[in-house]
């Protein structure tokens, strides 16, 4: 196997674990608040529309983080192809800069 294969397979692995891992969150969002919305229908009230915005934008989050710029793609690629090239022309260290 190639260094460049082994590259695709590890970066391939990532990916997935990424998207199984947001289709757990997802699902586990899912019922989660079904349960809560059936609570607050049963009370009288409507409170569950408040954790399920506040926790669908964590999804919302989640899934951009995933879908839109995953790691491997575009525009992580150009993010570091910059530091590689920031840090080849200092070390960082020097400036207090951790990352």
Known sequence: MS???ARLDRLALKRARAK???YIHAAV?????LGLV???V???RHWAIYPLLGWGVGLLAHGLSVWALPQGGPMFERMVERERARLAGSSGI???DPW
């Not at 969002?29 to 608040?33: C, K």
């Open 42 to 44: 049963s009370s009288g």
């Open 94 to 96: 020097s400036r207090g």
């Open 20 to 22: 199984l891992g947001w």
């Open 29 to 33: 969002f899912t019922v989660v608040n």
């Open 3 to 5: 260094i460049e294969q």
């Open 38 to 40: 059936a609570l607050s």
